[in-house]
């Protein structure tokens, strides 16, 4: 595999950082070389922040991702300034509850489910990011589905491990989407 360049962007408090760390941690159990490089603002939650997730099997020259293969995009403002400048065959994950999709671009794949929809329907509340990236595995197979839940099962903090199966449902849910 080349190196796939994913860039997830939204608001502070939608979980871009959470899942852009999940992704990393699936490049890591996959043995791939990796970086993640988070940004926001000074105003963390409801300003804006996004997530550079490189995965290769190649050493990675720069962390930073400036033209994505992949964008996860949780807002209209995220969508609007980062659909631009995904590279050409690119795949854009979108949350169709938040987000009017338009582009004239013809070049990339887009993405659009409900996922916040879908998580306050499932009673998953801060699970959209989750079911965006279901959507992602389904549509990319980045990486395999027991790789995901082992990363989730990483990145969620002790103290919230029982939250563990509602990210797994999260996945099935983006995955069936």
């Keep these: 595999m080349a190196a796939t360049e994913i860039l997830l962007a939204g608001f502070g408090g939608q979980g ?3 899942a852009g760390k999940i992704l990393a ?16 603002g000074p105003e963390m939650r409801g300003g804006t922040c996004n ?5 290769s099997d190649e050493p990675i020259g720069s962390p930073l991702v400036l033209t994505p293969d992949i964008l ?8 609007d300034k980062f659909v631009p400048e995904v590279r050409a065959g690119g795949k854009v994950f979108f949350d169709s509850t ?16 409900p996922s ?9 509340k801060g699970g959209s990011n989750i079911i965006l990236l279901g959507k992602l595995l389904k549509e990319t197979q980045i990486c395999s589905l027991d790789t995901m ?4 099962e990483k990145v969620v903090p002790p103290k919230k491990a029982a939250l563990i199966p509602n990210n797994f449902k999260a996945i099935e849910l983006g995955m069936n989407s």
């Design 149 to 152: 839940k082992k990363a989730i």
């Design 51 to 55: 997530c550079s997730v490189c995965i």
């Design 116 to 124: 916040q929809q879908l998580a306050d329907d499932n009673a998953l």
């Design 72 to 79: 996860v995009a949780m807002n209209q403002p995220s969508f």
């Design 98 to 113: 938040l987000i009017e999709a338009g582009t004239d671009r013809t070049d990339i794949q887009l993405f659009g489910i």
């Design 25 to 40: 941690y699936c490049g890591l159990m996959d043995d791939k070389e990796l970086s993640w490089l988070p940004s926001y």
């Design 16 to 18: 871009i950082l959470f």
